[in-house]
């Protein structure tokens, strides 16, 4: 059952792209509102009753921001109970189809991105993933109904990008 006084905002969206099998149904989406700061989440949870004050939550918050992206990018996954698993993934165009091919290429123009991926930790009593997210802290409630106006999208052929490395200054 939801604990949660404050209800979760729906908005229905009417999908309008007529080459979809969805067509003209209403998907639910959430009605996010302003994205909360550091210094906003930071009061926020010393408003909770907490013991330590905003400075001292605002400057371990500061403290993981820069340390949580160091860590990944040396490949340590990082897991903070019981909020879930921070970890990196590769973004490719295309992968390597053979090792001939992967013993050749440079990594650099193989990996597009590198992606901080983040999976919501799955132990039953503090399980926050998906259904059961929804089922322990949220109370729903339909809002609005969003128009959506059809877009038609030309693709022009666009000239390539240039490498920072090979481009004028």
């Known amino acids: 059952m939801a ?3 404050i209800k979760l905002g729906i908005n229905l969206r009417q999908n309008k792209n007529s080459k979809n099998a969805g067509y003209g149904k ?3 989406e959430v009605d996010t509102q302003t994205t909360l700061t550091l210094r906003g989440f930071a009061k926020h949870m010393s408003d909770h009753g907490s013991i330590y004050g905003l400075d001292l939550i605002e400057g371990v918050l500061k403290k993981i921001t820069q340390c949580l992206p160091e860590l990944i990018s040396q490949g340590v ?3 903070l109970d019981p909020l ?3 970890l990196p993934t590769c973004d490719v165009d295309k992968p390597l189809l053979n090792i001939p091919v992967m013993e050749g290429a440079d990594p ?3 990996v597009k991105g590198v992606h901080i991926r983040f999976l919501p ?3 039953e009593n503090d399980n926050i993933t998906s259904r059961r997210f929804k089922e322990e802290y949220c109370s729903l409630e339909f ?3 969003i128009d959506t106006q059809e877009v038609t999208v030309y693709r022009a052929r666009l000239p390539p990008r240039s490498s920072p490395r090979t481009a004028a200054t």
């Open 108 to 110: 650099n123009n193989v």
């Open 3 to 5: 604990t949660n006084e």
């Open 143 to 145: 809002r609005n109904i």
């Open 77 to 79: 996954p990082v897991r």
């Open 26 to 28: 209403y998907y639910p």
């Open 84 to 86: 879930g698993t921070f």
């Open 121 to 123: 930790y799955g132990v």
